[in-house]
């Protein structure tokens, strides 16, 4: 009987952690895709900053800058590089 009870506890206990490590992931993706987030919105928000003259080296006009300034979603390619873990 002892035998039995200390096996399924191992079992239990191994599946709590690989439960735990499952969480952790999960939430470190989170919080990166939360950081891209910030990041994305603070981007554009500097680009509504930005002079004329700026924005012409950067090579857009400032409707260009608005219209970029106004999106909600993320860059796909920025989606896609956090994705495959290059942030």
Known sequence: ?????????Q???????????ILTQLFRQWMKHQQLKFQVAQERRQLTEMSDSMLRD?????????????RSGLPAARLHSLERGNC
């Open 11 to 21: 079992s239990i206990v191994g599946h709590q952690a690989a439960a735990l490590d």
């Open 58 to 70: 950067l090579g857009i006009s400032r409707a260009q800058a608005q219209a970029e300034a106004m």
């Open 1 to 9: 009987m002892t035998t039995y009870t200390e096996k399924c506890s």
